[in-house]
């Protein structure tokens, strides 16, 4: 079983910043995938970025140039560094986590205010 445990969202103006965190804990494996969906009100849940263990990288075209995701694999931790946010990025911001199976973090709520 894998655990994660999101950080990091808020209410932020449009043009802002956040940085969202996410650490899995539990029985993590060397290789794997982390990343980041969302789910905004009425929505179904989309993809924001991921990032596999070796560093290769994969974002939605939405977020492209304004998002950027990171990890620290010896803390088994994801971020997802957020700059120029819009009200369209308003959503909850899921963590996941795969090696096999798939796991899905609480959800972190972003609001961005017009």
């Known amino acids: 079983q894998v655990q994660l445990m999101e950080s990091g969202g808020g209410l932020v103006q449009t043009g802002g910043s956040l940085r969202l965190t996410c650490a899995a804990s539990?029985?993590?494996?060397?290789?794997?995938?982390m990343g980041w969906y969302r789910q905004a009100p009425g929505k179904q849940r989309e993809f924001v970025a991921v990032?596999?263990?070796?560093?290769?990288?994969h974002y939605a075209d939405s977020v492209k140039g304004r998002f950027t995701i990171s990890r620290d694999n010896t803390k088994s931790t994801v971020y997802l560094q957020m700059n120029s946010l819009r009200p369209e990025d308003t959503a909850v911001y899921y963590c996941?986590?795969?090696?096999?199976?798939?796991?899905w973090g609480q959800g972190t709520l972003v609001t961005v205010s017009s």
């Open positions: 990032m596999h263990s070796s560093g290769t990288t």
């Open positions: 539990g029985s993590i494996g060397s290789i794997n995938i």
């Open positions: 996941n986590y795969v090696k096999i199976n798939s796991y």
